[in-house]
């Protein structure tokens, strides 16, 4: 039985799921916008989403808002403001709130970037990808090199010097000179994050299906280290396997979900893990995915697709998938906090993991090494439950 006794910081995460068109590396839950976006139905049914799951953390502050995609960008100011003032409305949001929203380079969004932050968001995600034209042509990108600068720069000139820039690397036939170049580019426009990832060929798009040449796996290795070290020298703090932040910039909402804090989901698809002290559980729920689907349910009131309890070796290969991305790792007092069990329960896979080099632990604190971080797949499946034969 669990003995949950905290309840966690709580976060909100709000999708929109249209794009202007589907990137052939995406597996997210976002839809090409064949047609006008129905803003107003949409930002209508998002608000009575929220009203539905208020009873579940009614009293509870909110310490960050993400609203991700899709293409959130899409969406007017007027209507991202009648949403901000709903959220307003009916949640405690902390005087200091960070809200994150994801935009594209697209010039028509960075027009918008200005109101954007009248309407209350203090906190970009663009999602840049590369600097690079032939790259962004082969990852099926609407923006150029261009565009890309010139994101980064309106974000300046609005005001909103607290953004992050989205890189990949490992890209199809990209070196280690383009990678590099890619990355010093980024870092002249001086965000204050920069999320730099690896290209991964997911099931269920159009690269996975039609897989393109990458890098092999040591050149892709020999750029992830350099850039690294090339962030690090530029001032930028490696804080989780793929952030990169100045400063006190490191996201606020991504890093509630490593340190296994509760977030509310609204939107289409969108998912909630929430703990209930009194029930003594911690939970997830979904929503319906379907855009279309999802604004009919608006009419029956019912969001919901779906909900489970998480049982104790759900909630150890949860904690541990999110916690062990942060370089600096957790206090093992942390585990027992937000999982109700304790940390003793998974003491077979730590030694494990410690012999093979990947973890270093004690009765305090716990962080994954520089090899546990390179192989952390290899570190996570010590944690998945065997299944019963």
């Not at 690269?207 to 001032?235: K, M, N, V, Y």
């Not at 989901?265 to 929430?274: F, P, Q, R, T, V």
């Not at 604004?295 to 697709?305: D, E, K, S, V, Y």
């Not at 716990?366 to 010590?382: I, K, S, W």
Request: proline share 5%; charged share 25%; with cysteine.
């Amino acid at each position: 039985m669990l003995q949950v006794t905290t309840q966690p910081p709580l976060a909100l995460y709000v999708h929109f799921p249209w794009c202007v068109r589907k990137c052939p590396y995406c597996d997210f839950n976002s839809h090409e916008a064949r047609e006008a976006v129905p803003e107003r139905d949409y930002v209508d049914a998002l608000i009575g989403d929220l009203e539905q799951d208020l009873p579940r953390v009614w009293g509870r502050s909110v310490t960050a808002v993400f609203m991700g995609g899709g293409t959130p960008s899409l969406f007017s100011p007027e209507s991202i403001e009648r949403l901000m003032a709903a959220l307003r409305a009916r949640l405690a949001l902390r005087p200091d709130i960070e809200v994150t929203l994801e935009a594209n380079p697209g010039t028509v969004e960075q027009a918008k970037f200005a109101e954007f932050r009248a309407a209350g968001i203090n906190r970009l995600s663009i999602g840049a990808q590369s600097f690079n034209d032939d790259s962004l042509a082969r990852l099926g990108r609407i923006h150029g090199r261009r565009e890309a600068l010139r994101a980064a720069e309106s974000a300046h000139d609005a005001g909103l010097a607290n953004f992050n820039l989205d890189l990949m690397f490992a890209l199809p036939e990209q070196d280690l000179h383009s990678a590099l170049e890619d990355l010093r580019t980024a870092m002249d426009l001086e965000p204050a994050h920069i999320s730099h990832y690896q290209l991964t060929i997911e099931p269920n798009t159009l690269f996975h299906a039609r897989p393109p040449s990458l890098p092999h796996d040591d050149l892709a290795w020999e750029i992830q280290t350099q850039c690294q070290q090339l962030l690090q020298e530029r001032g930028y703090t490696y804080y989780e396997v793929s952030a990169f932040a100045r400063g006190d910039r490191q996201c606020r909402h991504n890093l509630n979900y490593w340190r296994f804090g509760d977030y509310l989901g609204i939107g289409a698809g969108a998912h909630s893990k929430l703990t209930d002290v009194n029930r003594n559980s911690v939970s997830r729920t979904w929503k319906v995915k379907n855009p279309r689907d999802y604004l009919q349910a608006a009419r029956g009131g019912n969001f919901t697709a779906g909900e489970r309890s998480l049982q104790r070796d759900d909630l150890a290969l949860e904690f541990m998938m999110n916690a062990l991305r942060l370089t600096e790792g957790f206090e093992t007092a942390l585990f027992a906090e937000r999982c109700g069990i304790p940390i003793a329960t998974v003491q077979a896979q730590l030694e494990q993991a410690e012999q093979r080099g990947w973890i270093q632990w004690d009765t305090q604190h716990l962080a994954p090494t520089a090899d546990g971080l390179r192989f952390l797949n290899a570190l996570l499946e010590l944690f998945v439950p065997e299944i019963p034969t």
